[in-house]
């Protein structure tokens, strides 16, 4: 682990590891507002154009409030630690089906142990490289919401608990685990009915929710770690991958691009990532830090594997013994075979 005084002088650390109140509601508002935007400009404007649209974009503010959860998991997207807390559970985690402190647990792994055999994450970067006919598969199993489904119900089923409890030990388990994320999903539903728009929970809340952002979310899984050129030097194990407007817009949401950065500095806000990559390259570090000029070329570099070596693998979905892997939320394991799938 590089020591961040290393890296930054004292002055360029006191600013880049600022916490905001301010700015961490701040990104959370955009991120909503931003939902209830394309919601607003699909009704005004009702047609195939606008709605694909709307799925698109809702779908990458969707993975921001997962990635803003995750600034709050590392207590860095607000200054204020009840307020980095509540408003991470309660507008971040839960209307993303997941929990911060069950994610801080899981994912303060990943950065101990980043692309070592501890590293929980592996299993979502080793299998690179793999086959174009094997990433096609993979896509299309996401953008159909085969994976969202499949990983909700994984994740139903573990809440539930075992067949054989009492219903009441049951529905304990179930609100224990997805109480309150479902008192969230529930509020979504009921302020989309009272605005006379109901359907707009199912078209453009769990449709994006179980597509698209599944396909993007596979997408920054690949480009932050897989086909990384050194799994050993904390410089080159994770990647920063440059993304113009239009990619940050519906794949790259709130700086998550700047992963590289965010792994030299984990306790570094996403709102201050931009400026602490200028000061590591006008310290020098530039040339060494892993970089790629944007994701069609990292997943170039991923499905490189000759089709004529394609495989396809077995999908596994155990949502009774099984946690997350690389997900946000509980009752899913990809599979070494899924993997590879």
């Excluded at 993303?96 to 501890?118: C, D, I, N, P, S």
């Excluded at 919401?145 to 009441?168: F, V």
């Excluded at 050194?230 to 700047?258: E, G, M, S």
């Amino acid at each position: 682990m590089i020591v961040a005084s290393k890296l930054l002088s004292p002055e360029q650390l006191a600013i880049v590891r600022k916490r905001s109140d301010i700015k961490g509601v701040a990104q959370v508002v955009h991120a909503w507002g931003v939902i209830i935007g394309m919601m607003a400009l699909f009704v005004w404007l009702p047609n195939p154009i606008t709605f694909i649209a709307a799925v698109v974009v809702i779908g990458g503010r969707q993975l921001g409030l997962a990635i803003l959860m995750h600034d709050a998991a590392h207590g860095v997207l607000c200054e204020n630690p009840k307020l980095n807390q509540f408003i991470s559970q309660w507008f971040c985690a839960y209307p993303m089906m997941a929990e911060t402190g069950a994610y801080r647990r899981y994912h303060l792994v990943h950065h101990a142990h980043t692309q070592q055999k501890e590293d929980p994450d592996l299993i979502l970067s080793a299998p690179f490289p793999i086959t174009k006919k094997s990433f096609r598969r993979k896509m299309i199993r996401d953008i159909t919401g085969q994976t969202g489904y499949q990983q909700r119900k994984a994740q139903i089923l573990n809440a539930l608990g075992k067949a054989d409890w009492p219903l009441e030990q049951r529905l304990k388990n179930y609100w224990a685990k997805l109480g309150r994320a479902t008192v969230a999903q529930v509020a979504i539903f009921g302020a989309l009915a009272l605005s006379g728009h109901w359907y707009l929970y199912f078209a453009l809340w769990l449709l994006p929710f179980l597509t698209w952002q599944q396909l993007i979310t596979r997408v920054r899984n690949i480009a932050e770690h897989a086909m990384v050129p050194d799994d050993n030097d904390d410089f080159r194990n994770a990647r920063h991958t440059k993304a113009n407007w239009l990619a940050r817009a519906t794949i790259a949401p709130y700086w998550v691009n700047y992963h590289v950065e965010h792994h030299l500095m984990m306790w570094v806000p996403c709102y201050n990532l931009p400026k602490a990559r200028a000061y590591l390259i006008a310290n020098g570090f530039g040339s060494r830090m892993e970089t790629q000029e944007g994701f069609g070329q990292v997943i170039a570099m991923a499905t490189s594997k000759p089709d004529d070596e394609d495989k396809r693998g077995t999908l596994v979905h155990n949502g009774r013994t099984r946690r997350v892997s690389g997900v946000m939320s509980e009752g899913f394991k990809a599979s070494d075979d899924e993997a590879a799938a």
